[in-house]
């Protein structure tokens, strides 16, 4: 396996993606549709590009637990310090 097997996996997955999204565009799905916030507005609703409106969507919903998933990621990082330093004196 070539040594930077992981930038061929990354490209892979950027491929897979634009094959995704090419596929998705003509097989007649929506790219960019009407978003309505309330019924008010509801003849007259925003235009959005779907993917990015969802993305969006998911960044919000990840925002709620913004700091559970920092203090997740720093007990991560911790336990990584502590192998690193238990690794380098047994050394």
């Known amino acids: ?3 930077d097997w992981r930038v061929a996996v990354l490209w892979g997955a950027v491929v897979v ?3 995704w999204i ?8 929506p790219l960019d549709g009407p978003i309505c916030f309330d019924e008010i507005t509801r003849e007259n609703c925003p235009r959005y590009n779907v993917i990015v409106y ?5 960044a919000e919903l990840v925002s ?3 700091a559970l998933i920092a203090a ?3 007990g991560a990082l911790t ?8 690794a380098k004196t047994l050394r």
């Open 79 to 86: 336990i990584f310090a502590v192998r690193l330093t238990v």
């Open 54 to 58: 969802s993305l969006w969507r998911f």
């Open 64 to 66: 709620h637990w913004a």
């Open 17 to 19: 993606f634009a094959a």
């Open 1 to 3: 396996m070539p040594k």
């Open 22 to 29: 090419l596929w998705w565009a003509s097989a007649g799905y």
């Open 72 to 74: 997740i990621f720093t």
